[in-house]
């Protein structure tokens, strides 16, 4: 049974910063393409960032340096440092991890997290 845990969301004044943290026990293979992927409200989901098994980041045109994603090791530990947030950042964020890379089109997904709300106003 995959489990997605993440936390780290909150309520933020633009310019603050905020970590988001996620672990996922449960995967059955080895090699995951770890992302955080958001949803505002009215919006569909959209990819923020990923991270590859060899810890590789890549983030989307919107985040313009503002984010940094890592992953921790061996483990299925992904987290999202997230800086001069601005209100448009504002929706709940997932996390997921893909199998394999993260290039495009992505793998099957296995596993979805119910995800975290970031709200961002002054």
């Known amino acids: 049974q995959v489990d997605v845990e993440e936390s780290g969301g909150g309520a933020v004044v633009p310019g603050g910063s905020l970590r988001l943290s996620c672990t996922i026990s449960?995967?059955?293979?080895?090699?995951?393409?770890m992302s955080w992927f958001r949803q505002a409200p009215g919006k569909v989901h959209e990819r923020v960032a990923s991270?590859?098994?060899?810890?590789?980041?890549t983030y989307a045109d919107f985040v313009q340096g503002r984010f940094i994603a890592s992953r921790e090791g061996p483990f299925y530990k992904l987290y999202l440092q997230m800086n001069t947030l601005k209100p448009e950042d504002t929706a709940v964020y997932h996390c997921?991890?893909?199998?394999?890379?993260?290039?495009?089109?992505?793998?099957?997904?296995?596993?979805w997290g119910q995800g975290t709300l970031v709200t961002v106003s002054p």
């Open positions: 997921a991890a893909h199998l394999g890379g993260c290039k495009e089109p992505l793998g099957m997904l296995d596993a």
């Open positions: 449960g995967l059955a293979h080895s090699t995951y393409c």
């Open positions: 991270v590859d098994d060899s810890g590789a980041a």
